[in-house]
């Protein structure tokens, strides 16, 4: 509790259509009892509520800021709105950056925390009040509650959670269609299949089939199955039944591993001179393998297929590696590159990772750079515990060139080759389905689960300097990946993420790298563009251009690295 001779004196103001409720703690002498219109007593004793026009100190540019939407229903009018509510902070002198992030972060999940929620101004005021006696926020000197009810037109829609779909039918079904032949590709799937997992009618299912036929987005195979065509007018492609003998000279050096669609097509665009090798199989596992050049460097890419039971598929994405790596023996370098999803930092501008920027895994101080998680498990004392399995590449040439690109960033923070690769990539796959292009800043919305099913939507971290940044362009990040079903829950996520340093979640791929470890890789490294907050949205806006981010910057960390083969010409 705060000291007896320290009360919380809240003083309300309004300015226009905004509401101030500023909460600060004061020295008892230092209250002027003039402004005093109530001084609280039994349970409620220390707190102080001052007229509306008492003179408030002005501390200033508030040093931190948390704000949030409020999606309410007036219970009398059935009336729909929205308000945005903004927390400000001020500290006691000498409070460093994390006490500050930390003690802002901590005050508001208490504040909105879905057991006691406050379902009304007063009640809102009050809690806050109470939260400024508490010990735990002791650093807080002052809290400002700046509240301001928005017109429809200022308003942003409800979150999309689970928002209904009022396209037509067929359209449902032809894009379902599209994503699992995309999620399968390069495999075969029958009609058969492709009715059991959209759940549609046999009947629907063949017309849409026929109409991605038409549009040239699915190709009909011999078995009776569908595949999805790959429209690249500039890449060779062969149907193979075998890998054709390659040149000891001409051997790629380097895999790049994708998991989606849309990663495999924006890593593509990177390469030059490129040949798609397709081994297509009627049933069973097919392989597709394009090879070409990044820079001087040979390069082959491929796409996990993933489709049919979580585990199974898993497995197979770990076979999908193995005849990788068995096919192309002189692979020294193992690049994992796609979209994954940020961990929110709600209240922590440099650590927040904001949707199209990018992730580069760099080893923690324990040499690992992927967390997975097995198992959660409670020890005797009821703490939980993560069982856990992690990788750590035995080769660092990938790391040093890493720790080199952060050296240079922080340098020149407007070093950005990658911005090239990702404007000729976009020309590039300008015809595809999918759209390459940034997605606007104000589709990158950013909400925090309150429990009991119910969120709340958070304005992401202002910069502390004040400056503005481009929004335009990803920002590069540099840290350790995590992922495991275990951790799917926002609690559980976010506390794994906090224990080990996690910067980024990401598909689980334990079987991949146990494939690339056992095969005696020992050069692997992720490169994630982020695409979503892990928040139960499904939105796919932003995959396509994170995945060419990941690509580009991809691009630039391979035309950095030396190639061996050349000391010999």
Known sequence: MASNDEEVVMTPSKKGKVTHIKIERKKKQSVNPEDIVHVAGGQHQG??????????????????????????????????????????????????????????YEFFKELVRPENFPRDYVGFIKKCMKQMQSERYKMARKVDLEVEHLDAADAPMSPG????????????????????LESAYPNVLSVEDLVRITGAD?????????????????????????????????????????????????????????????????????????TTYVRYKTEGESNVYTTGFIGEHKVVTTKLPAIGHFRAAQISSGNTTTRLLGTFQAIEHVFLVGCAGSVPHFTDYYKHGRLGDVVISTCDDKGYIYYYC?????????????????????????????????????????YAPWEQFIAEGQELLASQEQDYTRPPRSSDRLYMGIGEGQVIE??????????????????????????????????????????????????????????????????????????DYVDGTRNKEWQPYAALAAASVTKALIMSLHNAQLDDL
């Not at 396209?167 to 269609?177: A, F, G, N, Q, T």
């Open 47 to 104: 707190l102080v509520i001052n007229r509306p026009d008492a003179q408030d100190e002005d501390l200033g540019k508030p040093q931190l800021q948390l704000g949030f939407m409020c999606f309410l229903v007036d219970m009398k009018t059935d009336e729909h709105y929205v308000e945005s509510r903004k927390l400000k902070f001020w500290y006691i002198p000498g409070c460093d950056y994390y006490n500050q992030v930390t003690t802002a």
């Open 458 to 531: 958070v304005q992401h971290p202002e910069n502390p300097d004040g400056t503005e940044t481009r929004t335009d362009i990803p920002v590069i990040r540099f840290g350790v990946l995590g992922a495991g079903r275990p951790v799917k829950t926002e609690m559980s996520r976010h506390d794994f993420a906090s224990r080990y340093g996690i910067q980024s979640f990401d598909t689980d791929f334990d079987q991949v790298l146990d494939s690339i470890v056992g095969n005696r890789k020992d050069s692997f490294m992720f490169i994630r563009g982020l695409a």
């Open 202 to 274: 046999a009947s629907l299912v063949t017309l849409q089939l026929q109409e991605l036929q038409t549009r040239q987005l699915i190709s009909p195979m011999e078995n009776g199955g569908f595949v999805r065509k790959v429209l690249d007018d500039k890449t060779e492609v062969q149907m193979i039944k075998t890998m054709p003998m390659i040149a000891a000279n001409l051997q790629p050096t380097i895999a790049i591993i994708t998991y989606q669609y849309c990663e495999k097509m924006a890593v593509d665009a990177m390469m030059e001179n490129k």
């Open 161 to 180: 959670f689970n928002k209904k779909d009022d396209r037509p039918i067929e359209e449902i079904i032809r894009e379902k269609l599209l994503t699992i």
């Open 374 to 414: 097995d198992k959660i498990l409670q020890d005797k004392k009821g703490e939980v515990q993560y069982q856990l399995k992690t990788w750590a590449p035995r080769d660092l040439e990938l790391q040093k060139i890493a720790d080199k690109l952060k050296e240079t960033l922080q340098v020149d923070p407007s």
